[in-house]
T-cell receptor, first 116, second 114 residues
Framework: GNSVTQMEGPVTLSEEAFLTINCTYTATGYPSLFWYVQYPGEGLQLLLK?????DKGSNKGFEATYRKETTSFHLEKGSVQVSDSAVYFC???????????????FGRGTQLTVWP | ETGVTQSPTHLIKTRGQQVTLRCSSQ?????VSWYQQALGQGPQFIFQYYREEENGRGNFPPRFSGLQFPNYSSELNVNALELDDSALYLCASSPPGAGANVLTFGAGSRLTVL
């Protein structure tokens, strides 16, 4: 089946520190991979995505590389800011089920708090 | 773009009651999905509607049902509420053919069942 496992939080960092949030997945077929971010009181926002092996998704200084050999999609940022404080979710979609199905499988989320 | 809007933002019900949650899709989006996010968990897929019909469902019982209207707005109905139904319910819409690759989420409706 399809599932996502991401590192448990909370993660607490000082401003300008390096961030890594680990994500591994299990999937049938060839999934697309995503990182979503959820700020307090808001809905999920797509942060970045990668649709095939070795693709790198990037946005707002965040990066993640689709690693098929290790079934991983770790999120990284070189220098975090206080405004990055949020919950981060790793997710996958199963393209074998048809491109029109809007089904994502999410990890449990990792709470990130950045202190000034 | 107006984004995805959901109502109500918060509501409280008691066990056994029924609830209806509403979602207005982003302009140009014809597919809507609903997710349940329990506290401290990731969202779980409930179902998806396309052309006013359910065309995909997660592991949720039949007391979770939905509707999609010609203007692509949607409702989620939950009958015989249980305590475990307490969660944030998220609606997401996507444009034609995009599927999960392009999902726009609303801010959610937080349901508390007492």
């Amino acid at each position: 089946g399809n599932s996502v496992t991401q590192m448990e939080g909370p993660v607490t960092l000082s401003e300008e520190a390096f961030l890594t949030i680990n994500c591994t997945y299990t999937a049938t077929g060839y999934p697309s991979l995503f990182w979503y971010v959820q700020y307090p009181g808001e809905g999920l926002q797509l942060l970045l995505k990668a649709t095939k092996a070795d693709d790198k998704g990037s946005n707002k200084g965040f990066e993640a590389t689709y690693r098929k050999e290790t079934t991983s999609f770790h999120l990284e940022k070189g220098s975090v800011q206080v405004s990055d404080s949020a919950v981060y979710f790793c997710a996958l979609s199963d393209r074998n089920r048809g491109s029109t199905l809007g089904r994502l499988y999410f990890g449990r989320g990792t709470q990130l708090t950045v202190w000034p | 773009e107006t984004g995805v809007t959901q109502s109500p933002t918060h509501l409280i019900k008691t066990r056994g009651q029924q609830v209806t949650l509403r979602c207005s899709s982003q302009s140009g989006h014809n597919t809507v999905s609903w997710y349940q996010q329990a506290l401290g968990q990731g969202p779980q897929f409930i179902f998806q509607y396309y052309r006013e019909e359910e065309n995909g469902r997660g592991n949720f019982p039949p007391r979770f049902s939905g509707l999609q209207f010609p203007n692509y707005s949607s409702e989620l109905n939950v009958n015989a509420l249980e305590l475990d139904d307490s969660a944030l319910y998220l609606c997401a819409s996507s444009p034609p053919g995009a599927g999960a690759n392009v999902l726009t989420f609303g801010a959610g409706s937080r349901l508390t069942v007492l």
